[in-house]
């Protein structure tokens, strides 16, 4: 190519310098074309994590909810408030709870940002199980998504893992308590349960070994495998050609919410099957751009404005110091581990490592005992009626004792009534 | 290093005569990283496992066995043990409750907890409140310089003593 | 390419398991295997046997905070025998840590007992060194960079090799003792004690502060020496004041090593206040305490004799043969100064010269009243038959120098400084009579004694001579006539003194400062330094004139300009009100 004639002195160069600074990072229009918004997939960084098109089913926000978008987007806001809280905070067993106090008393924002991140925490948890409830209930598990599901059952074991070691890091009587139960918990699998108690905590009792490590835990090594394994799982749902849906589709009743473009440059389409294709079959997908991206947008302010206002609504607690000698009656775990805890009154191995151990190996090999693939795609299908029943006769079971242990376990783990 | 340019007139023979010597360097390449891997894989093992811990020591000494007269039972809050003495035979039994962890102290039938009212007998077992365990028995052991010395780490059947 | 990618690959192996391979077989592991295997044969019991058949290497901690901050012990890992009385003739590190009625160990029935046991003690807090460390080299705090050797066994390899000898012993771990043991007269550490005794006797409580014991505050705080520094920094301290800071006016006392030893010992005991002892009675007491014994009839004088020697005022003065080189010669103090002079002098060196540096000792008014009464009977005057140059140098040159140049042995401890004769603008510029007056009645203010019961009028001129001679090389040339008031023309009134006030803080600050006292920004550059107009005893033995002339004409061969183009003769009157009237302030 040869240069311009055009003059290249340092005036014009002056006149011209917010174009081309604005031209050297932007290199594509604002699509207007089917050709530019194709092309959005890969022209763009952020973007190039979309497919050029997905399937109308994809958008439809009664069969995912966005509870996977949901759950991507609360980890966002967890790290973003985390890693400002890293600022003040400090996992020293005598300055912890000072920090603490300092975030909620003096630091600009402390108590929002803190609020934001502990009900995040929380939300992710909940949202990061509905959303394996709907995977399980549309069958998305099926094949060739199998080892996406295997992630999936992964992400949510760390997830609880972060929660757990975040819980500890405030430092108080709350947080001291929750993990000497659930660590306890831990020691009682067989063999290895004492040395893996001894490694998690650094010491034989919960302190500053054990808060050294769980800060270590939940601000690096999980953070880093989190990011690694979604990385993957999302990766996944690109190779596995986008999310689950059912095989035919009848025409839909009404267009309107999608934005009707005349031609079709799908990369699929170019890898992936004959161009005979286009036109001949009913086509189901929309274009990313604008669509997908609205929709996720969309699930972004819809999360962060609900974490807003319950931020604002309600105080994330921060109970008495740490006391050694005084543990509260009853002393209990956080919520998503009540059920196990409540089990384990029943009995220490089954109900602390025997049942859930059980649990999540059912959950790993589930993809591949039920291999059936009718009723993928739809929510309940007739055809996986027992497969959903049992799964959904568990996770009632898991609320049913988690709700116990919340409301209705008092002193001694008694039985009390909570009105 | 040099790689000896194959001869023209057989290239045949000298690339099969490569093959067996590839084979090997390769193997010996795969032996030293995958060996080097499974040796960084124990020492992480090894790392994480702490090798001195900052608490109170498991394993002191107590005093001497003249601190301790026959009949007596002596509770030291601060090692969380109690010294049983019947005779010439020394035991040392935990006073930390099973239940959550309270400190017991010494009642008239054996021990009581404070926080949650668990109940022990003289020898530790539990006799009512919440309380899943017995209290154990610490292994008991004299040092050369007369002094009593209690391992924690070494629970002993309850009933075992040590004689002086 | 294959070739090297398996050889680096076998290096990589090879480095891997040197690096596993390091992380076992330590040294302490021998050590322990080592006192397993002797305690085994020397078991009693097979329940022994079978515990110890049992035992395997571990790392052995004492955790002790109750003495501040946290120590970790670890020594018992390698010294794992030293509480096991079986092993008290084996060698290091398996030997019994030794037991002693002086350690405060009993016997009971038969055994011995520690009274500092090592479960509420660990080791650091009497032995020093690295408690944290497992090998011997930083254990035992080898390591330069650890502050805290093991203390009285270990010196460094950056001490001096001079001094490393000095620095072992069992005694120095007295310092160790006195943390707790602080009572005065402690049987168990009787260096400490020697060493608080010389601190007093040997005056260093005059310069430094230790607190609950000393106020001085001409040298460093030392209430916490012993924390802060090692005992090689300590003794080079002492035997080498100007070792580590060449502006140093520490004296170098010439003490025996044994005294050295003491001192350094007592110094490294201190680690910050002692509890024991706070109060100002207690200082006193000991003050008293230090008293030297004077036999009782013994005349004052006499006694004064004996202060003076156990007060060590030579180790900055000079009198007979001892001379500290840092202070005036006192040999002929009776013929110099009177007893009024010498008696506020003692009570406070600064009433009577502003800027001199010797301390304001506390000694009891008793005492100050025998050291005058001695001082005044050194009236014998020097041999009169003493030519000028003889005298010059046996009178004068000590402050002056011996070419006359003000850089004489104590110059430098002398503010103002003794004036520098080869200033040729300066001896040219005042008249013979001034530096008559100067050398029979003194410069008040200043260490430049009156000498004229000394010297007669014949030997003061003498040594005028001698001096603008060889010295100044100038005869006195008589300067144009210049025009000074005899008085100050204008009226010390307030507003006179505002308006001289306004001025001297526009012109003068610079050197002479804020504060009229000499110390402006520019003075350290300047030789010699701006005049402290504080001085009042200076100021008020000066004439109006010779203000006017210093103003107006300058002071030549100092930086002193002349003012006469920028202020007029009012101006310099208001000035001088200014100057006068701080007179009645720093009275």
């Given amino acids: 190519m040869t240069p311009t004639k055009e003059p290249t002195g340092p005036l014009s160069a002056l006149r011209e310098f917010p174009q081309n600074i604005w031209n050297s990072i932007f290199r594509n229009p604002l699509p207007s074309t089917d050709l530019e918004r194709s092309s959005t997939s890969f022209t763009n960084f952020f973007l190039h994590i979309h497919p050029v098109k997905v399937n109308r089913n994809t958008l439809r ?151 050294l490590r769980f800060y270590v835990l939940h601000v690096a090594v999980l953070p880093a495998v989190l990011v690694l394994l979604m990385a993957i799982h999302f990766w996944r749902i690109r190779k596995d050609g986008g999310l689950s849906r059912p095989e035919k589709r009848p025409a839909p009743a009404t267009d309107a919410g999608v934005v009707k473009l005349k031609k079709i440059y799908g990369l699929q389409g170019f890898v992936r099957g004959p161009f005979t294709k286009l036109g001949n079959v009913p086509d189901d997908s929309v274009y990313s751009w604008p669509n997908l991206l609205m929709a996720e947008l969309f699930v972004f302010v819809l999360t962060i404005s609900a974490i807003l206002v319950v931020s604002l609504l309600f105080n994330a607690p921060l109970e008495q110091p740490v006391n050694v000698m005084h543990p509260p009656n009853p002393a209990k775990a956080p919520w998503y581990f009540l059920g196990l805890q409540e089990m384990v009154s029943y009995s220490a191995f089954w109900g602390g490592i025997g049942i859930p151990g059980l649990m999540v190996a059912v959950l790993l090999l589930v993809p591949y005992i039920d291999r059936g693939t009718a009723g993928v795609g739809r929510w309940f299908a007739k055809e996986r009626l027992l497969a959903n029943t049992i799964f959904l006769t568990l996770v009632i079971l898991n609320v049913i004792f988690i709700v116990i242990g919340t409301f209705f376990r008092g002193p001694n783990w008694s039985l009390v009534w909570p009105f | 290093m040099t790689v000896a340019p194959p001869s023209h007139d057989k290239p045949a023979a000298s690339a099969e005569a490569a093959m067996p010597r590839r084979r090997m360097l390769a193997w010996l390449s795969g032996f030293g990283l995958f060996a080097s891997a499974l040796l960084a894989v124990v020492s992480d093992w090894l790392f994480f496992k702490p090798r001195v811990t900052y608490g109170p020591s498991a394993r002191f000494a107590i005093g001497k066995p003249d601190d301790f007269p026959p009949g007596t039972r002596i509770a030291r809050d601060v090692e969380r043990v109690c010294i049983v003495r019947e005779g010439n035979k020394i035991a040392a039994i935990s006073t930390t409750c099973t239940h959550l962890g309270c400190i017991v102290g010494i009642a008239d039938t054996g021990f009581a907890c404070p926080c949650h009212g668990s109940h022990y007998d003289q020898d530790g077992n539990v006799t009512g409140g919440p309380a899943p365990k017995p209290l154990p028995w610490f292994q008991v052991s004299l040092a050369p310089n007369g002094d009593i010395v209690i391992d924690k780490n070494a629970p002993v059947d309850p009933g075992t003593y040590l004689t002086v | 390419m294959r070739l090297a990618l398996a050889v680096a690959s076998l290096v990589v192996l090879v480095v891997h398991g040197v690096v596993f391979r390091n992380q076992f077989f330590h040294e302490w592991e021998r050590h322990q295997t080592a006192y397993i295997e002797q305690a085994r044969s020397l078991a009693k019991t097979d329940r022994e046997r079978t515990d110890l058949d049992a035992r395997s290497p571990r790392i052995e901690q004492i955790i002790v905070s109750s003495f501040g901050d946290t120590h970790v012990d670890r020594c018992t890992t390698c010294h794992l025998a030293a509480d096991d009385p079986r092993f008290m003739n084996h060698a290091e590190p398996l030997k019994t840590h030794p037991y002693s009625a002086a350690l405060g160990d009993v016997q009971r029935n038969g055994q011995w007992e520690r009274r500092h046991k090592f479960s509420d003690f660990g080791c650091t807090v009497c032995h020093d060194g690295e408690g944290r460390g497992l090998d011997t080299f930083y254990a035992h705090g080898q390591d330069e960079f650890w502050p805290d050797p093991l203390t009285g066994y270990v010196t460094q390899a950056n001490w001096r090799k001079d001094f490393s000898p000095h620095l072992k012993g069992n005694e120095y771990m007295e310092a160790n003792c006195a943390q707790c043991h602080t009572e005065e007269g402690f049987a168990g550490t009787p260096h400490v004690n020697r060493g608080r005794k010389l601190f007093y006797a040997m005056n260093c409580y005059g310069c430094h502060k230790i607190d609950g014991m000393s106020e001085g505050t001409l040298g460093p705080d030392l209430t916490e020496a012993g924390k802060k520094f090692k005992v090689d920094y300590l003794w080079e301290s002492i035997v080498e004041p100007r070792a580590n800071l060449d502006t140093s006016f520490m004296p170098n006392f010439h003490l025996p090593q044994d005294d050295v030893e003491a001192l350094v010992i007592f110094l490294k005991s201190r680690r910050g206040v002692n509890f024991a002892e706070t109060s100002l ?227 003068c600050t610079g050197c002479h400062g804020r504060k009229a006292d000499g110390k402006g920004p520019n003075s350290l550059d300047i030789f010699p330094h701006p005049r402290n107009f504080r001085n009042h005893w200076f100021v008020e033995s000066v004439p109006d004139k010779r203000l006017f002339e210093s103003i107006e004409y300058g002071v030549q061969g100092t930086a002193m300009p002349s003012w006469i183009d920028m202020l007029s003769t009012n101006e310099v009157g208001d000035v001088i009100n200014f100057i006068r009237s701080l007179q009645t302030k720093s009275k």
């Fill in chain 1, 61 to 211: 926000p009664a069969y995912t909810m966005g509870l996977g978008l949901m759950a991507t987007f609360l980890f966002v806001i967890l790290v973003v408030t985390g890693v400002l809280l890293m600022f003040y905070y400090v996992p020293s067993t005598t300055q912890a709870y000072d920090r603490m106090l300092d975030l909620r008393g003096t630091v600009a924002f402390g108590i929002f940002l803190r609020n934001m991140h502990r009900w995040s925490a929380h939300g992710m948890v909940a949202i990061v199980f509905l959303h394996m409830c709907r995977v399980f209930f549309t069958g998305a598990y099926k094949r060739p998504r199998e080892f996406n599901w295997i992630l999936g059952v992964l992400l949510l074991l760390v997830t609880l893992f972060l929660s757990f070691t975040g819980y500890l890091l405030p430092w108080d009587q709350l947080a001291f308590w929750a993990i000497t139960v659930g660590t306890s918990i831990a020691g009682y699998a067989p063999i290895v349960g004492q040395q893996i108690k001894f490694v998690l905590l650094g010491d034989t009792t919960v302190g500053q070994e054990a808060l």
């Fill in chain 3, 281 to 507: 009675d207690r200082y006193k007491a000991h003050v008293a305490n230090v008293a030297v014994v004077i036999p009782p009839g013994t005349a004052g004088e006499k006694a004064g004799e004996q202060l003076l020697g156990d007060r060590a005022c030579t180790a900055c003065h000079k009198l007979g043969d001892k001379d500290g080189g840092i202070a005036p010669d006192l040999s002929y103090e009776g013929l110099i100064r009177n007893e009024q002079w010498l008696a506020d002098h003692f009570a406070n060196p600064r009433s009577r010269v502003p800027d001199s540096i010797m301390p304001a000792f506390r000694f009891p008014a008793d005492d100050f009243q025998k050291l005058t009464a001695y001082l005044e009977t050194l009236k014998t005057p020097p041999p009169s038959n003493w030519d000028p140059q003889t005298t010059f140098t046996n009178l004068c040159a000590r402050c002056h120098g011996e070419k006359g140049d003000g850089n004489g042995k104590v110059a430098w401890y002398i503010d103002p400084s003794p004036r520098d004769f080869t200033k040729q603008g300066f001896m040219a510029s005042k008249p013979r009579a001034r530096f008559v007056a100067s050398i029979q009645e003194g410069v008040g203010g200043t260490s430049m004694p009156p000498w004229k019961q000394i010297l007669k009028e014949d030997q003061v001129n003498g040594v005028l001579d001698y001096i603008m001679k060889n010295f100044a090389r100038q005869i006195f040339v008589e300067q144009r006539r210049r025009n000074l008031p005899e008085a100050n023309p204008v009226a010390a009134s307030p507003e006179s003194i505002n308006r001289g006030e306004q001025i001297f803080e526009l012109r």
